[in-house]
């Protein structure tokens, strides 16, 4: 499930404590945010705007992967939190995708099959990659 929130503050600082409250977020490093907006001080504090923010919290966890046919890892990370999310994560019929060579080593270590993989000469995006793989299995 994933929050999201537009919300300001007089510093971008202040903006993201208020959002983890908001979103009820564990610590600021489980949100991602865009700052819309920077503060402004003003002078003498006229023109002074607060720092506006588009704030997003993801609960993996409450996602049911195996309701998914494919999946697409970017980076060794991904891995890192697939089996921190799901201790216990078994890849049945899912598909994954993975783009890069680091999280094609990360993959393997873990012992995912890797069904379709970029860049390649053919493929040099997963959109591509995708595309090609759609068109070869129909």
């Known amino acids: 499930m994933k929050k999201e929130v537009i919300i300001s503050a007089k510093t971008v600082e202040e903006a993201v404590a208020l959002a983890v409250a908001e979103l009820g977020a564990p610590s600021a490093d489980k949100i991602e945010y865009t700052v819309i907006e920077e503060a402004k ?19 993996i966890k409450d996602v049911d ?6 999946i697409v890892f970017f980076n060794p ?5 697939l089996y921190e999310n799901y201790p216990e994560f078994e890849q049945k019929d899912i598909k ?16 995912l099959k890797i069904e379709i993989s ?12 995708l595309e090609i793989y759609l068109t070869n299995n129909q």
């Open 41 to 59: 001080k003003g002078f003498l504090g006229i023109g002074a705007k607060d720092a506006m923010l588009k704030v997003t919290v993801n609960e």
């Open 65 to 70: 992967l195996h309701s998914y046919d494919m």
């Open 77 to 81: 990370a991904d891995v890192k939190s």
């Open 96 to 111: 994954f995708v993975s783009y890069g060579r680091s999280i094609v080593k990360a993959m393997e270590e873990a012992g």
């Open 118 to 129: 970029a860049p390649t000469p053919e493929a040099p995006s997963v959109a591509k990659a």
